[in-house]
């Protein structure tokens, strides 16, 4: 070291250049405490990032997990699982909102009118009164007629006169009335226009042409409606047969539906024996 400073002064180069030379190099060399905790800091910021991308992962799987056991049973439940669940709770509080009036010594069927609006109530009165459930022939009577709450009777026959009753209130809905002529009738006959039981009418009324023509326009009407009804069959029996048992018709129909457009032309042309 000494030879060097020697030889480095010898070509004129000061003393104290050359020391603070050697102490820069030895700076360079060694880094100081503030690059050190930079580094520390550095590294620590690291591993925090680390350690919440880390937490986040967990709860996103986490998350997922929970979501695939909830839509597994969601899955496994019925269909209608949330209209009868919404009816369940519905029923829960009409119990216990029973318990409270009963508590309390009052009637729970005035305490729920009371919180029905006029206008409420006018419009489910009229929503009640257009109600004419037609169940068809199939239905019983005691579908129809059964008061609410009583327990269910033996199944009856189809109620015929239920559906006859239907028909004849449509049939009436759809008259318009002739007032013009129902005064010309009131003036003609008077007070005979009302019979009574005592009243005999029959062969004293002679239709006009055009009630008759309008009587023979409706029946034509219901005839025509009535040809576009037909019984449900269960097979076609003017489609060819192709199946040997119910199960390969099944099979049949399905491969028809998904595949019947593509192999139409195939199928033709085996028809007519042009097929390669």
């Avoid at 169940?135 to 019983?140: C, I, N, Q």
Wanted: charged share 40%; hydrophobic share 30%.
């Amino acid at each position: 070291m000494a030879a060097t400073v020697s030889a480095l002064s010898s070509l004129g180069v000061p003393e104290a250049d050359v020391g603070s030379e050697e102490e820069e190099e030895e700076e360079e060399a060694e880094p100081g405490p503030s690059a050190a905790a930079a580094a520390e800091q550095r590294r620590e910021e690291r591993l925090r990032r680390f350690r919440e991308l880390h937490m986040k992962r967990y709860e996103a799987c986490k998350l997922n997990s929970q979501e695939v056991v909830e839509e597994d049973k969601r899955l496994k439940l019925p269909p209608n699982w949330e209209a009868k669940k919404a009816r369940l709770e519905w029923e829960l509080q009409v119990q216990e909102k029973k318990k409270e009036c009963a508590a309390r010594g009052e009637d729970y069927e005035r305490v729920k009118l009371l919180q029905v609006s006029a206008e409420d109530a006018e419009r489910w009165e009229r929503k009640r009164k257009r109600k004419n459930p037609d169940l068809g022939f199939s239905a019983p009577i005691h579908a129809v007629s059964r008061e609410p709450g009583a327990a269910p009777a033996a199944l009856s026959p189809p109620d015929f006169a239920a559906a006859q009753l239907r028909q004849y209130q449509r049939l009436t809905r759809q008259i318009k009335p002739d007032l013009e002529q129902y005064e010309k009738l009131k003036e003609q006959c008077g007070e005979a226009l009302y019979p009574t039981s005592d009243s005999l009418l029959h062969g004293t009324h002679v239709p006009s042409k055009e009630g008759v023509d309008r009587m023979v326009a409706d029946l034509e009407k219901q005839i025509e409606k009535r040809e576009k009804y037909s019984r449900r069959r269960p097979y076609n029996d003017d489609a060819d047969i192709d199946y040997i048992n119910e199960r390969n018709a099944k099979f049949n129909q399905k491969a028809e539906r998904f595949y019947g457009k593509y192999t139409a032309e195939i199928k033709q042309n085996l028809e007519r024996g042009t097929a390669v």
